[in-house]
C-alpha cells in the first residue's frame, strides 16, 4: 500500500504567482499554482495527506495589505484558498504571530485544516493554537502527526505577540509524544516548521542555537517514519539518518512529497518497507482560475494601492545589481539609515539589502519600491552597546564577503544551505573598510566615530531591526538585555510615513565604507 504526504511551507502569502515588483507578473510560484498541483496529483496518487507547514500569513504585498491597509481582523482570502485545497494538517510558522494573536486566533477558527501544536503551552500548560498530535486512519494504518514550530520564534517576535506563551525544544517535545503515539500509532510523521541542523556524518551546517533541532530529533527520538520541514526555504528531498525528509523552498515554488510503501509483518504490524522523497516543481502548473477569479477585486486593488506616487526623488535611488550595492553602498540604503536614525534620534544605524530582487527607489517613490526592497515586518529598537560590541559586529558582518578568482564575492556560507543575504548590515553613523584580504574576525580597518578612532570602552546606541537587535543572524554580541528603546511600528509603515510628509527626498550617498582587497 503506497500513502502519500504532500507538503507546502513557507508560502508567505504568495498566493498569486507574482513578487509585485512589477505588475502582472508570471513567476515559478504561487499558492495557486499548488491548488492545480494537488488536484492532478491527488488523481494519479492513493491515499495523499496534505498539510502546511507554515509561515503562510506574512511576507507579500498581498498578506500586508489584508492585515495593514484592509486591518481585517482575519486574512479571509488567504483562508479561502488554502480551504478549497482541502489540507489535512496545518502547523504554525514563526511569522504566523507577525500580525498579532487574535488575527492568528481568528485564521485557525476559520481555517478547516487541523492544526497541530505540540511545543506552544500558555501560562497554564495547555495548547492554545492546537493539539499536540493527531492520529489518522488510512486503510486501516494509524499514522500520527506530531505538530512542532521553531522554538527561535522566541528570539525575533515582539513579545506583546508571544504574550503568556512559551516555546518548548522541538527535540524535547518530540521525545516527549512520539512514545505516546506510538502505543496507538502504526507510523509516526513529524510536521516541524523547522530546518536541519547538521548534515548526514553529523557536521554543523546552521548555527546550533536551538532554531532548527531536525537532526537532534532524528538522532534520538525513535519511531519515526517520516518528517516534514520548512522554515529555512532550502529545496530538500531525501533521507537523514534513515527517515524520509522534504523541504519545499519557499513561495510554493515546489510541493514536497513523500511516499510511504507500507506492508505488515507477520503479526499484522503496518511498517514502512520503502520510501521516496521529491520535489514538485510547480511551475508546470497553471493557476486555479476559479479561485483565483474570487481574488481578482483584490489584487486589482492592491497594484493600484501599489502604484500610487508618494514622493519625487532629487537625484537616484535605485540600482541593477544588489551585490555592487552591499560592495559600493548607495544613496537608498543611506536614505533607510537615516529613517532609522531621525526615527529613534540616535547617530548611528545598520541595515541590510536584504534580498537580491531589491532594486532601490524609482522615481516617483511607491508602495510597490517599499514592499519589494523591505521584504520584512520589521520594527525597530535602541541598543546600548560599546565600540567593542560595534567592532565585533562589524567584524561578523564583514564574514559576507570572500575572495576567488581575483575577485570579491559572496562568502559560500552566505548562499548555501540558504540565501542568507540579510546577515549583512551596512553601517551609518561610522566611517570604516572593510579589507577582505585580513583574515575573519579582523577586517574592519580606520575605523572612525565623528572623525576619531572608535575606542573599545565608547558607549554608543544604535538602531537596529528588531531581528538584528536581538541578536538574530548569529550576531552574538546583541541581546534582548541591550535594548533600551523601541518603535512598534513596522519599518515599511515607517518609510510610507515618512514619504508623505517629505513631496520630495534629495538622494545622497557619503560613501562613508569601503569593501577592498588590500594584502
Sequence with gaps: MKINLLETSDSHGFIFPTNYVRSFDDKPFGVLRCASAFKSLRQRLD?????DNGDFLEGSALAYYIAEIKHQSSPAQISTVFNAMDYDFGVLGNHEFNYGLDYLKNTIKESYR???CANIIDQDGNHPFGAPYEIKEVNGVKIGFLGLTTQGTTKWEKNENLSGLTFLSAKDTAAKYIPE?????????????GGIERDEDGVPTEVLNGENETYDILAHVENIDAII???????????????PIIQPGHRGEYIGHIELDVQQDENGKYYVNNSESELIATYGYEIDQELAHQLDDLQAAIDVWLDEPMAHIDGQMDFDDAFAARLHKTSFIQFIQKIQMQTMGVDLSATAL?????????????????????????SLAVLKITGAELKAAMETSAKYFDYQDGKICVNHDYIFPKLKHYNYDMYEGVNYTINVAKPVGHRIENLTYHDQPLADDAELHIALNIYRAVGGGNYQMFDQDKIIKSDDRMMSQLIADYLHHHETIKAENNHNFEVIYRP
Design 47 to 51: 491515499n495523499v495527506i496534505a498539510i
Design 114 to 116: 487541523h492544526f497541530l
Design 181 to 193: 503515539m506510538s502505543e496507538q500509532t502504526d507510523l509516526n510523521v513529524i510536521i516541524y516548521h
Design 229 to 243: 520541514t520548512g522554515h529555512q526555504h532550502r529545496k530538500i528531498a531525501g533521507h537523514l539518518l534513515g527517515v
Design 354 to 378: 536584504f534580498n537580491d530582487e531589491a532594486h532601490g527607489f524609482e522615481n516617483p517613490i511607491t508602495m510597490r519600491n517599499i514592499i519589494t526592497n523591505y521584504v520584512y515586518p520589521n
